[in-house]
């Protein structure tokens, strides 16, 4: 640490900040040998010793890129020392680390998205550093690849969420760790700590504390010497200073150290002759053991090298023991029978001694070698073998082995390392004779193209398959894509795919593909905006179950399914739940997991608007949790937000919307978030609060929500009841002619706008539906939030056909349907009072009082006083609402209880008399004997006595 007391300083104050309870991230910055993974290591040390959790990964030097190494690498010590409470920590976000940790992995069924990696990976790292906090040390990050960057670049701007303080280590090249880090840096989601070369007086100490000698033994002229050989660089000076004395220049004499013979002074040139100095006493099989070493990697197994080289045990291990001594290689603790070099520019300057055909034989027998021992060639050994098989001149080998390896990373949710990849194996086969084998690697091209959102590119390749793919493979590739876009809600993109299918194939496809043309195309049409959307979706979901069924075809019966059970629900409820339940049956039948976890998120969703059960939500959940399906539990989590809405659960609504609109706005869930940003809306205007509504639907039209559906259900759910909490009843009904015309321009698959239910209700308090006409009826009305107000809606026109009866009968179904919506059933009940008392029927009075009770609670004024002003005209009592009313409980309330008469009432549990009860309050005992007389009317108690033991239980 000679040279490094500040930055190491301004580390120790970041890492203090990550266990308070400031995470972040900070990137030590520079050229190869300055420090930078020393440094990161002395920091690490600090944080463990601290009783920090300390997770270390590094990237591969040579080679190669291999999707998630540093983080998998990190990651594995997490699975080594947690267990289920990993899983009950971050829920739908274990099955996702499966791509990282061989442990975690499941049978989902399908990938995960970037985006729900890192999401996961954050969660964890929250999780571990909860208590005592967490240091993740990624080493080498100019050579991550694609993957473990952009990870990197989400745990950046989000870390200070969690107790994590992130420390990469980059080289001072063109890389695009380096470009993240910058980037991240100037938008202040990041430090960068820039490592600088050694001064010389630095250097001075340096060296002599690496001599075990005091700085005055070292003569400056030495000092100087290696300060402008090594330019300050630490490892340099380490190795020069280990050349000097093995060779003997370097000596010891008088008390001091001494240069004998004059030294080269080109750094990379010294660094090499320094590396073949130290590996000429090995011989030209010592040095063949290491540079086949270097070839294999920054580390490398025994096995490996030994099969490359043909030495027998007894040699090798010579060899190995000579190279430890020289400090070339050291044991890697971390796998048994593997190696690794001190430094990675020693495994480089080995390399740099080779001849171009030297380097080409080594690296055939190195890729032969491991293809003997790993023959199926998993993880990192597949793209190495690749680098080898290219740099020995076989173009057609190094090409098969890029495609497997990019068929893998595409399966492990890397498919920017896969495009890479699969480029790579797509270049080398430009002039390659076999088309088949072309056109297949080219199909899984487009299809990775399409996984990362590069549509437009995709499309452009896809195009090229003539003469090397068959439309078949054009037409399956698009229709993947176009279901990819309909998972991440980009459904414009989906239907271009469609379009690209339909137009790869023609006007005659096999029926199997256009079942899936139509099937995918059908779901996309859902959800956009259309007034004959619906019903082409159904049409088309029609066609293709037809053809699914047909030739056997699950998944494609699953998705078909769905959209007949959306469709369905615009005329039969009942039809609508047979078929999600026939999608579900069907998914059972063929273990189609992932699709299982979409059909059970449509039923859930399906089961609450029709009769608020909420039973199949958790169902719903607990099986997006087992598969890992993070966006169908961010679509769980937004239903039950509204649905906790709806239900007049204010406060638990108000708690969860934050985190959702955090979630699905990092996992870039565009539907989601305009969801979430309407229920904030809706929220608010539940709540009366007009101020917070606006300000909500503001960030839904900025988050491109103006013509979207989520704007529909604001039309119809939000502005409406946030005029009625207003008694503004006109202006209710002339947002909800506004909502019905947005309703009509863009048909959704919402059904809570207010035209099925409300609107129907204030259309028969206002007139506009004569007593003796019928109602509208859809099935859409019969969903539980609109039929509760369909139900007053008919009592009040039988109350003004003059049959009492039927209107109390038609009201207790209100109630009853209003039952799971607090807000709603005393608002409703407040609608229908009037028209209650001008015909007879009902409890208007205990609806008032109920009704007045609950606004005056929940803090909305206008329906608060508009209940006392209409009880004051039935000749009752009202409530004073003096300060404490609050702590009168709600049942006492309700009957008009006053502060003052909870006060005697409080008294009478002790048995007290009128005159003790007076003079405790310091009232007379006449004003007590009034109160207990009302106390008596408003109870309904019979005598004192009872409403004495009626007060005993109260404060029991």
């Known amino acids: 640490m000679i040279g490094r007391r500040a930055e190491l300083r301004t580390l120790k104050g970041v890492l203090d900040d990550a266990r308070s309870g400031r995470g972040g991230a900070v990137f030590v910055v520079g050229e190869a040998g300055i420090g930078k993974t020393r440094l990161a290591v002395e920091v690490a040390e600090l944080a463990a010793a601290d009783g920090m959790r300390v997770l270390r990964g590094r990237s591969s030097t040579i080679g190669p890129m291999v999707p998630f190494r540093p983080l998998s690498e990190a990651l594995l010590g997490v699975a080594r020392n947690h267990g289920q409470d990993l899983a009950d920590e971050i829920g739908p976000y274990l099955p996702a680390l499966g791509v990282l940790v061989p442990e975690w992995q499941q049978d989902t069924g399908g990938g995960f998205s970037l985006t729900v990696i890192a999401e996961a990976i954050l969660r964890l790292l929250t999780h ?67 490592l600088a070369g050694l001064d010389q007086e630095t250097v001075h100490r340096m060296a002599a504390a690496c001599l075990d000698a005091e700085a005055a ?56 002759h320094n590396i073949a100095v130290r590996t000429e006493h090995l011989g030209e099989q010592g040095i063949e053991m290491l540079s086949a070493a270097a070839t294999a990697g920054q580390r490398f197994p025994l096995s490996v090298v030994q099969r490359a080289t043909a030495m027998d045990d007894r040699r090798l291990l010579s060899y190995v023991r000579a190279g430890v001594a020289a400090q070339l290689i050291v044991h890697d603790e971390t796998e048994p029978g593997w190696y690794c070099f001190r430094h990675p520019l020693t495994a480089e300057a080995l390399l740099a001694q080779l001849t171009p055909t030297t380097r080409g034989r080594l690296a055939a027998r190195v890729a032969d070698a491991i293809a003997a021992l790993y023959p199926e060639l998993p993880g990192e050994w597949c793209p190495l073998v690749g680098s080898l098989r290219l740099a020995a001149g076989d173009r057609f080998d190094a090409a098969a082995l890029f495609a497997r390896a990019g068929r893998r990373a595409l399966m492990g949710a890397a498919a920017d390392s896969a495009v890479t990849l699969l480029t790579k194996a797509d270049d080398l086969l430009t002039e390659h004779l076999d088309l088949g084998f072309r056109g297949e690697v080219r199909e899984t091209l487009v299809y990775a193209l399409g996984e990362i959102g590069r549509f437009e590119q995709a499309f452009e390749l896809a195009t090229s398959f003539s003469g090397m793919a068959t439309p078949t493979q054009v037409v399956a590739l698009h229709v993947r894509m176009a279901w990819l876009a309909y998972l991440a809600g980009n459904y414009e993109d989906g239907i271009h795919q469609v379009s690209a299918a339909r137009t790869a194939h023609g006007v005659a496809p096999y029926d199997e593909q256009r079942a899936a043309m139509d099937a995918v195309h059908a779901n996309l049409l859902l959800e956009m905006p259309g007034q004959d959307n619906i019903a082409t979706a159904e049409q088309l979901a029609n066609q293709a179950l037809s053809l699914a069924e047909q030739h056997g075809v699950p998944a494609i019966t699953c998705q078909a399914l769905q959209v007949l059970g959306i469709a369905a629900r615009e005329r039969d409820l009942d039809e609508a739940e047979r078929r999600f339940e026939q999608a579900q049956q069907v998914a059972d039948e063929h273990r189609l997991s992932l699709m299982r976890t979409h059909v059970l998120v449509r039923l859930a969703g399906h089961r609450v608007l029709s009769d608020a059960d909420t039973s199949s939500l958790e169902l719903a959940r607990q099986e997006a949790t087992r598969t890992g399906a993070i966006t169908a539990t961010c679509a769980l989590d937004a239903i039950d937000t509204l649905n906790t809405v709806l239900r007049g659960d204010f406060p638990a609504a108000a708690r969860r919307l ?267 005992p006449k004003t007590v004997e009034k109160h207990v007389s009302s106390l008596l009317t408003k109870t309904h108690s019979a005598s004192r006595v009872v409403l004495s033991e009626y007060a005993t239980v109260i404060a029991r």
Request: aromatic residues 6%; glycine residues 8%; contains cysteine.
């Open 217 to 272: 033994e070292l003569p400056g002229t030495v000092a100087e010497q290696l300060w402008r050989t090594s330019a300050g660089n630490p490892f340099v000076v380490e190795e020069l200073l280990r050349e000097w004395f093995d060779d003997g220049r370097l000596v010891r004499s008088g008390g001091s150290w001494h240069l004998v013979r004059d030294l080269p002074a080109a750094v990379p040139a010294a660094l090499v």
């Open 658 to 924: 934050p985190d959702n609109l955090d979630r699905t706005t990092r996992l870039k869930l565009s539907d989601l978030v305009r969801y979430t940003h309407a229920t904030r809306a809706i929220l608010a205007a539940h709540r009366g609060n007009r101020v917070d509504m606006a300000a909500a639907i503001t960030d839904l039209e900025e988050y491109g929500g103006e013509t979207s559906q989520e704007m529909s259900l604001c039309s119809g759910l939000a502005r409406p009841f946030c005029s009625l909490l207003e008694e503004d009843v006109d202006r209710a009904r002339r947002e909800l002619d506004l909502a019905a015309e947005t309703e009509q321009a863009r048909p959704s698959g919402f059904h809570l706008t207010g035209q099925h239910g409300l609107r129907v209700l204030l259309d028969v308090l206002a007139g506009d539906l004569a007593p003796d006409q019928d109602l509208p009826s859809s099935a859409a009305g019969r969903m539980r939030w609109n039929r509760q107000f369909v139900h007053w809606a008919t009592a009040v026109q039988l109350g003004r056909r003059g049959d009492p009866a039927a209107a109390n009968r038609a009201a207790a179904s209100a109630l009853t349907a209003a039952e799971p919506y607090r807000m709603a059933r005393h608002l409703g009940a407040r609608l229908v009072t009037e028209a209650a008392t001008a015909d007879g029927w009902g409890d208007p009075v205990g609806w008032l009082r109920g009704a007045e009770e609950y606004f005056y609670q929940a803090s909305v004024p206008a329906v608060a006083s508009a209940c006392r002003s209409l009880l004051r005209n039935h000749g009752e009592a009202v409530n004073q609402r003096r300060t404490g009313h609050e702590s009168v409980p709600a049942e006492l309330r309700r009957v008009g209880v006053t502060v003052r008469e909870y006060d005697v009432f409080c008294l009478l549990a002790k048995r007290l008399g009128n005159k003790e009860i007076a003079k405790r309050l310091h009232i007379s």
């Open 128 to 194: 571990v550093s909860e208590r005592n906090g967490c240091a993740l040390v990624l080493d080498d990050l100019h050579d991550a690849d694609a993957e473990t960057l952009f990870i990197l670049e989400y745990l950046t701007d989000n870390l200070a969420i969690s107790r994590t303080l992130l420390i990469g280590t980059i080289r001072d090249v063109p890389s695009d760790a380096a470009r993240i880090a910058r980037s991240a840096a100037q938008r202040g989601s990041c430090a960068m700590l820039e």
